[in-house]
Antibody, heavy 121, light 108 residues
């Protein structure tokens, strides 16, 4: 059974850096074709893709947020980490990690439960 | 960056009716990289359709996807009470992923 679980602070202050961890089980981050993405959803709004990391450590970022994002993984710990700098109240959202299992097609077929991050002074 | 536009924004239908949701891309999208998700209040998204027309594991056959190029459709043949939710399309192209703004399917 594949599971993903997000963890990190529930609140950060403006200008601070957010670090979120996605801990996965039921698959390996080094399996060929696997990728893990980060997606967020402000309250009452649509889903927004942030970043993606592949099994081979290749990375992709949302063009509009690229300067503020870093995604890394630790295969031995089964963890994917998202770092977002210079947080602002508009970054208040539920942050999800999700897995796409193969290269032949792309879709997030397993999701974490999400973690709500509030940005406020 | 490919922009996905979903229509309508809100769809009001009754159980038993047929629902047709549209997703239009600003540029051509590979069918292998077009997916649909369902999201209910307080829950995370659930994958319904991948590769434009393939049902994900455990998804009832009343859900179907079709389309190619820039126009894609999610069809629910006969609405069940549990189908009323928000639906998103998503694409991955030119190394960038994007979601549509969603269609809310509500009970009439």
């Amino acid at each position: 059974q594949i599971t993903l679980k997000e963890s990190g602070p529930t609140m950060v202050k403006p200008t601070q850096t957010l670090t979120l961890t996605c801990t996965v089980s039921g698959f390996s981050l080094s399996t060929s074709g696997v990728s893990v993405g980060w997606i967020r959803q402000p309250p009452g709004k649509a889903l927004e893709w942030l970043a993606l990391i592949y099994w081979d450590d290749d990375k992709r970022y949302s063009p509009s947020l690229k300067s503020r994002l870093l995604v890394t993984k630790d295969t031995s710990k089964n963890q994917v980490v998202l770092i977002m700098t210079n947080m602002d109240p508009v970054d208040t959202a539920t942050y999800y990690c999700a897995q796409s299992p193969v290269l032949e097609w792309f879709a997030f077929d397993s999701w974490g439960q999400g973690t709500l991050v509030t940005v406020s002074s | 960056e490919i922009v996905l536009t979903q229509s309508p924004g809100t769809l009001s239908l009754s159980p038993g009716e047929r629902a047709t949701l549209s997703c239009r891309a600003s540029q051509s999208v590979s069918s292998s990289y077009l997916a649909w998700y369902q999201q209910k209040p307080g829950q995370g998204p659930r994958l319904l359709i991948y590769a434009a027309s393939r049902r994900a594991t455990g998804i009832p056959d009343r859900f179907s996807g079709s389309g190619s190029g820039t126009d894609f459709t999610l069809t629910i043949s006969r609405l069940e009470p549990e189908d009323f939710a928000v639906y998103y399309c998503q694409q991955f192209g030119s190394s960038v992923c994007s979601f549509g703004q969603g269609t809310k399917l509500e009970i009439k």
